[in-house]
Nanobody, 127 residues
């Protein structure tokens, strides 16, 4: 499975971006797809995840109320809609897939649960 993340860029504080994650080699059926981010000098942080089958979602505390994760089954794509962006949201954003597993809520933020990772897309928020 190869994951392709796209949609990053430079945006001013308060602005919005939408990231996309698509897969080649298989569909996301039965899987959980997550977004993580990593800023320079920091550990990789959980952002959001969606269970493909029932659409159940989870979000990290730092993005609740601002970021929304969704999926388009027809396009086999997961989106991360990011609103009210802050400079502290600046990071490389990675999508990841727990292939064939619909993770329970408590597991979705654990990066060890994810088998496949995309290459990352840079998001920079200027103040």
């Amino acid at each position: 499975v190869q994951l392709q993340a796209s949609g990053g860029g430079l945006v001013e504080a308060g602005g919005s971006l939408r990231l996309s994650c698509s897969a080649s080699g298989r569909t996301f059926s039965g899987s959980t797809v997550g977004w993580f981010r990593q800023a320079p000098g920091k550990e990789r942080e959980f952002v959001a995840a969606i269970r493909w089958g029932d659409g159940g979602t989870s979000r990290g505390d730092s993005v609740k109320g601002r970021f929304t994760i969704s999926r388009d089954k027809a396009k086999n794509t997961v989106y991360l809609e990011m609103n009210s962006l802050k400079p502290e949201d600046t990071a490389v954003y990675y999508c990841a897939c727990a292939s064939g597993r619909g993770l329970i809520v408590s597991a979705r933020g654990d990066l060890r649960q994810y088998d496949y990772w995309g290459q990352g897309t840079q998001v920079t928020v200027s103040s």
